[in-house]
């Protein structure tokens, strides 16, 4: 049975192919003149007319549930013109007055409208089903702003970033759902000024940002300025040394011994013509006032207001310099100064000095703490012996001290021996010794100008001749 079906499938099986292959031939020419009506699925996107009635008249903002405004429909039209037609050949509108609510689905829903632009409306038909695109309501924020102008980056060296401001209005005016405006905290516009040298402008989008320092999404906002023009100021810098003045004096009893300050120098910037010649910042007088003090006055001196006209300083943190104006009791202090402390000045030449004592007393007044650390081999004095011939003379002491603060509270005299003859230089620079001029002879000879004992000193200058007073004593 199988193999007479088989025979009879193989039969004339050219015949039958052909047949087949005229059987669809006939098929498409058919199909092609016959052009039936097909209905095929479309999106385009829809375009919401009268927005403003929302927020004006309702004060509210919208959104597309969902987040996409495109919508999709049905259009019935003959297959020839399907071939030709694409999205974009329709347009889809949605007239937000028309705004209704679904009490049903509880939701906002808006009328959608779409019409085609390539063919008469006879040719393609749009399902006639109403379509409608569902929106979300939300309460309409607005808020005002002002943009603040910032720098980011690092100048060149030796300059510094001066005024960075925004040309023109800097009020930006915000709109949009409550739940983003009530976020904004700050709005600011960044200029970048990264190894500027010259004044820098740029145009720069406004960032919005909230408390925490995130940037704010501003695709559901509208704001009333889209960009601001920056201008950052690039200026000269320069250090230059701090200066405080005082006025008063201390209380009875004390004494003004310094003033310290935590900073000696602050750098400044501003044009090269202004800070150029400036070399220091001078706080007056009056900042510091000592009349009375019988202690340390502690202050912190805002400098600010004493800088130069056209100046700043560079670091903010250099504002304010703490000062501190030492006062200190002046105490008396009662010293023993070995005479090997002392130096004999102005002896005439071929005399020598010699002390009578080994030691001296003295007192030096002065700020309590310096005159505590005062030691003996710091106070050197000097004897002047001009005018002193042989003999013994109670000579006045010149103190040198260190310190200008300290001073000697009385004059100290101290007792010398001068001894020897007058020595006057030969023709060769050679020391003669001139006799007595009462006596006979001219007493030639050399003299030594040794010293009587501890602390003496031998002449080397000096040639009047020597007289004697009544009592004895050489002059």
């Given at each position: 049975?199988?193999?007479?079906?088989?025979?009879?499938?193989?039969?004339?099986?050219?015949?039958?192919?052909?047949?087949?292959?005229?059987?669809?031939?006939?098929?498409?020419?058919?199909?092609?003149?016959?052009?039936?009506?097909?209905?095929?699925?479309?999106?385009?996107?829809?375009?919401?007319?009268?927005?403003?009635?929302?927020?004006?008249?309702?004060?509210?903002?919208?959104?597309?549930?969902?987040?996409?405004?495109?919508?999709?429909?049905?259009?019935?039209?003959?297959?020839?013109?399907?071939?030709?037609?694409?999205?974009?050949?329709?347009?889809?509108?949605?007239?937000?007055?028309?705004?209704?609510?679904?009490?049903?689905?509880?939701?906002?829903?808006?009328?959608?409208?779409?019409?085609?632009?390539?063919?008469?409306?006879?040719?393609?038909?749009?399902?006639?089903?109403q379509l409608y695109m569902e929106v979300v309501l939300e309460d309409l924020g607005t808020s005002q702003k002002m943009i603040a102008?910032?720098?980011?980056?690092?100048?060149?060296?030796?300059?510094?970033?001066?005024?960075?401001?925004?040309?023109?209005?800097?009020?930006?005016?915000?709109?949009?759902?409550?739940?983003?405006?009530?976020?904004?905290?700050?709005?600011?516009?960044?200029?970048?000024?990264?190894?500027?040298?010259?004044?820098?402008?740029?145009?720069?989008?406004?960032?919005?940002?909230?408390?925490?320092?995130?940037?704010?999404?501003?695709?559901?906002?509208?704001?009333?300025?889209?960009?601001?023009?920056?201008?950052?100021?690039?200026?000269?810098?320069?250090?230059?040394?701090?200066?405080?003045?005082?006025?008063?004096?201390?209380?009875?009893?004390?004494?003004?011994?310094?003033?310290?300050?935590?900073?000696?120098?602050?750098?400044?910037?501003?044009?090269?013509?202004?800070?150029?010649?400036?070399?220091?910042?001078?706080?007056?007088?009056?900042?510091?006032?000592?009349?009375?003090?019988?202690?340390?006055?502690?202050?912190?001196?805002?400098?600010?207001?004493?800088?130069?006209?056209?100046?700043?300083?560079?670091?903010?943190?250099?504002?304010?310099?703490?000062?501190?104006?030492?006062?200190?009791?002046?105490?008396?202090?009662?010293?023993?100064?070995?005479?090997?402390?002392?130096?004999?000045?102005?002896?005439?030449?071929?005399?020598?000095?010699?002390?009578?004592?080994?030691?001296?007393?003295?007192?030096?007044?002065?700020?309590?703490?310096?005159?505590?650390?005062?030691?003996?081999?710091?106070?050197?004095?000097?004897?002047?012996?001009?005018?002193?011939?042989?003999?013994?003379?109670?000579?006045?002491?010149?103190?040198?001290?260190?310190?200008?603060?300290?001073?000697?509270?009385?004059?100290?005299?101290?007792?010398?021996?001068?001894?020897?003859?007058?020595?006057?230089?030969?023709?060769?620079?050679?020391?003669?010794?001139?006799?007595?001029?009462?006596?006979?002879?001219?007493?030639?000879?050399?003299?030594?100008?040794?010293?009587?004992?501890?602390?003496?000193?031998?002449?080397?200058?000096?040639?009047?001749?020597?007289?004697?007073?009544?009592?004895?004593?050489?002059?």
């Amino acid at each position: 049975m199988l193999r007479k079906i088989g025979k009879k499938l193989v039969n004339n099986l050219g015949l039958k192919l052909l047949a087949a292959f005229s059987a669809i031939v006939l098929w498409v020419v058919v199909v092609n003149i016959d052009d039936p009506l097909k209905n095929m699925r479309y999106t385009t996107s829809v375009n919401f007319e009268n927005r403003d009635y929302v927020e004006n008249q309702m004060g509210k903002y919208f959104e597309v549930s969902g987040g996409s405004n495109t919508i999709s429909f049905y259009v019935s039209a003959q297959r020839s013109i399907h071939e030709k037609l694409s999205n974009s050949d329709f347009v889809a509108s949605a007239d937000m007055e028309k705004l209704e609510y679904d009490e049903q689905t509880k939701t906002w829903r808006v009328p959608v409208i779409v019409t085609q632009t390539k063919y008469n409306s006879d040719k393609v038909m749009i399902a006639s089903k109403q379509l409608y695109m569902e929106v979300v309501l939300e309460d309409l924020g607005t808020s005002q702003k002002m943009i603040a102008a910032e720098a980011r980056g690092t100048v060149a060296d030796g300059c510094a970033l001066g005024e960075v401001s925004i040309v023109g209005s800097n009020l930006l005016k915000i709109s949009g759902p409550s739940s983003v405006v009530s976020q904004i905290n700050r709005a600011e516009a960044v200029i970048n000024v990264d190894g500027m040298s010259k004044d820098v402008t740029d145009n720069v989008i406004p960032v919005l940002y909230d408390a925490d320092g995130n940037v704010i999404d501003t695709t559901k906002l509208e704001l009333s300025i889209s960009s601001v023009t920056i201008t950052a100021q690039i200026l000269s810098t320069k250090e230059v040394s701090l200066e405080f003045l005082t006025r008063g004096t201390a209380a009875e009893g004390y004494m003004v011994t310094g003033i310290e300050y935590d900073l000696a120098t602050v750098r400044i910037k501003g044009e090269p013509a202004v800070i150029n010649p400036i070399n220091k910042i001078t706080i007056p007088e009056e900042v510091l006032e000592l009349t009375g003090a019988e202690e340390d006055i502690v202050t912190t001196v805002d400098i600010t207001p004493y800088l130069p006209e056209g100046t700043s300083l560079v670091s903010d943190s250099d504002a304010k310099i703490e000062v501190t104006v030492r006062v200190e009791p002046i105490v008396t202090r009662t010293f023993h100064i070995p005479v090997t402390n002392l130096t004999v000045t102005d002896l005439r030449m071929g005399y020598s000095a010699e002390f009578e004592e080994r030691v001296i007393t003295v007192d030096v007044s002065g700020p309590k703490s310096m005159v505590e650390k005062l030691t003996t081999d710091q106070i050197r004095g000097t004897v002047s012996a001009s005018g002193r011939g042989r003999g013994s003379h109670q000579l006045k002491v010149d103190f040198a001290l260190e310190e200008e603060y300290y001073s000697v509270v009385e004059q100290v005299t101290v007792p010398v021996t001068i001894s020897g003859e007058d020595r006057r230089p030969d023709t060769d620079g050679n020391g003669v010794t001139t006799g007595n001029p009462n006596e006979s002879g001219t007493g030639e000879g050399s003299t030594s100008g040794e010293t009587g004992g501890s602390g003496g000193t031998s002449g080397t200058e000096g040639d009047e001749d020597v007289g004697e007073t009544e009592n004895g004593e050489e002059i």
